[in-house]
């Protein structure tokens, strides 16, 4: 069991917690009374999970993409953790390099700047050139990180297993957290999956349905030089987007119809992403969205991704028109629509919480309108309803806040709605249609074609049922175990009463007529018996709380 272990790491964990003064986990690990732990305070956890290092703040970033769990408070302060570490020495990161190559190093990059220009808790990149003279960056693995962080999963997985235990570990289901942070941080750890993610990236974002796709870059992987450990990419040349100096181009455009263009293009290149492709970046945070040189936009680190099959994607947009009307029913049928699981959920009071929160938003304006804050604060309403739903929503809703973020500080001015409202209609027009018409046409000809078939030998078999009283029907009644079990104590209740009375009654007609002592002793033995069957009726029926 976890607690029983004493290795250094473990200690250090339980010194960091009691530090910050967890009381709960206090509690337990000194042996004193816990009552049902509560997640400590947002500035707790996020102090807890930096002094833990590097493996735990990306444990923090996986919870902040997680709003359908955590309540708005925790997401806005897991949200600012940075995975910032001091870089690894050269004469280390070069010894991997090495071992990565098939070739000798000077072979392969003539020229490598040894000093990194970027340092993470997985990797750090550096800046080299081929010997074809293009420019490529180097993202290396940190020496010795894999066994660190199957040393911290470990431990992870012994908290989930002991938090699990409790009402509060499953509510906040803490095991299926862990899990998914096991796999998130082991698929870190190959560097060809995050090359395929941004392959399949560069490949969707190349044909544009809405913007120019020449606008919008993402780094071209070197596959032949790519391994686990290495992974080698285009370099760009560009600076981040908050950070760069505009100034008029050679079309005449000024700073602000500059800045409402790159806007404009991000919203688009993003909402091709999540509504037409199904596979988005999932983390445009101010680093990751470079502006380049020649004044293109570059999406950097694709390392976390986020997929929406087609059913999803369709409720979403849907999602999208019901948030714009502010219909509370709609959005409720939206979110059972998207629920993992078939739990039993009062509609009517799904309905009038998703009444309140928007009606806070009909007296304002769709320019004063946040709408990555309507996002979560949906989740957050499905949340305190106990429905479940997909981790993926939680993906999504980070990125809109994300890319919602940017561009309102890179452009005050911009109107999130003003962007989604020539979209809404393609996006539906291409629900009902498809990509090509002609095709849908054909699909539903050939469904009405087998509907036409089919029917009439359905209905025969119908009627074939029903005339020789085959016919069967199934029904599956829900959510009566409750009243099964009324009755059932009802039901021993009233025996037990029975029995105390015929008990009561045989004493007094024993006493009545007794002329031996045996058939006295007899009577007072039954008063006796029926004395205490009372007795213990009346304790049960007031330790139940129902006596009126």
């Not at 560069?202 to 032949?224: C, M, T, Y």
């Not at 800045?259 to 919203?267: G, S």
């Not at 998703?354 to 946040?370: E, F, I, P």
């Not at 739903?389 to 911009?414: C, D, H, Q, W």
């Amino acid at each position: 069991m976890f607690l029983t272990q004493t290795v250094p790491r473990q200690r250090e964990i339980i010194e960091v917690v009691l530090r910050n003064g967890w009381d709960y986990m206090r509690r337990l690990l000194t042996g004193g009374k816990a009552d049902e732990p509560q997640l400590p305070t947002p500035a707790v956890l996020k102090n807890i999970l930096v002094d833990l290092g590097p493996v735990y703040v990306k444990l923090g970033q996986l919870l902040s993409t997680r709003p359908d769990l955590l309540s708005a408070a925790y997401i806005e302060e897991l949200s600012t953790l940075q995975d910032e570490v001091p870089p690894v020495p050269w004469a280390e990161v070069e010894v991997v390099i090495r071992k990565q190559l098939k070739r000798p190093l000077e072979e392969v990059f003539p020229k490598i700047n040894s000093v990194p220009v970027a340092a993470g808790s997985i990797a750090q990149t550096h800046r080299a050139t081929l010997a074809d003279g293009r420019e490529v960056a180097l993202k290396v693995q940190r020496p010795g990180i894999d066994i660190t962080i199957a040393q911290d999963i470990a431990l992870i997985q012994g908290i989930a297993d002991l938090v699990a235990r409790t009402d509060f570990g499953q509510t906040y289901e803490i095991k299926s957290i862990a899990e998914e942070f096991t796999k998130a941080l082991e698929a870190e750890l190959d560097f060809t999956r995050e090359a395929g993610f941004t392959d399949q990236l560069r490949r969707n974002l190349s044909k544009g349905r809405w913007f120019d796709p020449k606008q919008i870059v993402v780094a071209e992987i070197h596959w032949h030089l790519t391994s686990e450990k290495l992974l080698v990419m285009e370099w760009l040349d560009g600076v981040p987007l908050l950070s760069a100096t505009l100034s008029g181009d050679k079309n005449g455009k000024d700073i602000t119809t500059q800045r409402k263009d790159i806007t404009t293009l991000l919203f688009r290149a993003f909402f091709q992403q999540l509504y037409i492709d199904g596979f988005f970046h999932a983390d445009p945070h101010p680093g990751n969205l470079f502006y380049l040189q020649d004044g293109r936009v570059a999406l950097l680190d694709c390392g976390m991704v986020g997929r929406l099959d087609p059913r999803t994607q369709q409720i979403l947009t849907e999602m999208l028109l019901a948030i714009v009307d502010l219909d509370a029913g709609r959005c409720a049928q939206l979110t059972l629509q998207l629920a993992d699981s078939a739990q039993p959920v009062i509609v009517a009071r799904l309905e009038n919480d998703y009444d309140r929160m928007l009606r806070k938003y009909h007296n304002v304006s769709l320019t004063q309108m946040n709408f990555s804050q309507v996002i979560y604060e949906i989740l957050q309403v499905a949340r305190n309803n106990k429905i479940r739903l997909p981790s993926n929503m939680g993906l999504y809703a980070k990125t809109l806040a994300n890319l919602e973020g940017v561009a309102r500080a890179f452009n005050p001015e911009i109107n999130l709605f003003d962007e989604v409202k020539p979209l809404i209609t393609d996006l539906f027009q291409r629900q009902l249609v498809g990509e090509s018409p002609v095709r849908s046409l054909l699909r539903t000809a050939l469904d009405l074609k087998s509907l036409s078939l089919q029917s009439p030998r359905q209905i025969e078999l119908l009627l074939d049922r029903v005339t020789s009283e085959t016919l069967r029907w199934n029904f599956s009644l829900h959510g009566l175990d409750g009243v099964r079990r009324t009755m059932d104590d009802a039901a021993n209740r009233l025996s037990f009463s029975i029995l105390v009375g015929s008990l009561i009654m045989g004493a007094a007609i024993i006493s009545t007529k007794a002329q031996t002592t045996q058939l006295s002793f007899l009577s007072s033995v039954l008063f006796a018996a029926a004395s205490l069957l009372g007795l213990w009726l009346i304790i049960s029926i007031l330790r139940s709380g129902r006596l009126r």
